[in-house]
């Protein structure tokens, strides 16, 4: 059964940075899509950034330059490092994976996801 547990979450001050884990067990496929979402109470789900087994990635705009996303495969791993904390980024972050290729165009798009990790929420503060 395929699982994701997401951790490295917490609270930073404005302009500080954090790296997210998200352990995968059960998604051994040659082909893969993962991404990180993240929400906000009251406010729909937001995508972050996407990766999957082709290399392609995709950021959200708000985020580009101030976040990667990248994968150890060997340790089955997800990262998502995030630099240059701003309020706005406060959320609860969660891990997200298909365990099949997504059309590039499609990868930041909530619903081809199907397997979700509990969340780790981030906090950023002055």
């Known amino acids: 059964q395929s699982q994701l547990v997401e951790s490295g979450g917490g609270s930073v001050q404005i302009g500080g940075s954090l790296r997210l884990s998200c352990a995968t067990s059960?998604?051994?496929?040659?082909?893969?899509?993962m991404a990180w979402f993240r929400q906000v109470p009251g406010k729909k789900r937001e995508a972050v950034a996407a990766?999957?087994?082709?290399?392609?990635?995709k950021y959200a705009d708000s985020v580009k330059g101030r976040f990667t996303i990248s994968k150890d495969n060997a340790k089955n791993i997800l990262y998502l490092e995030m630099n240059n904390l701003k309020p706005e980024d406060t959320a609860m972050y969660y891990c997200?994976?298909?365990?099949?290729?997504?059309?590039?165009?499609?990868?930041?798009?909530?619903?081809?996801?199907?397997?979700w990790g509990q969340g780790t929420q981030v906090t950023v503060s002055s």
């Open positions: 990766i999957d087994s082709r290399d392609i990635i």
């Open positions: 059960g998604i051994t496929d040659r082909l893969w899509s």
């Open positions: 997200a994976a298909r365990r099949s290729l997504i059309v590039p165009v499609q990868q930041m798009s909530e619903g081809l996801y199907n397997i």
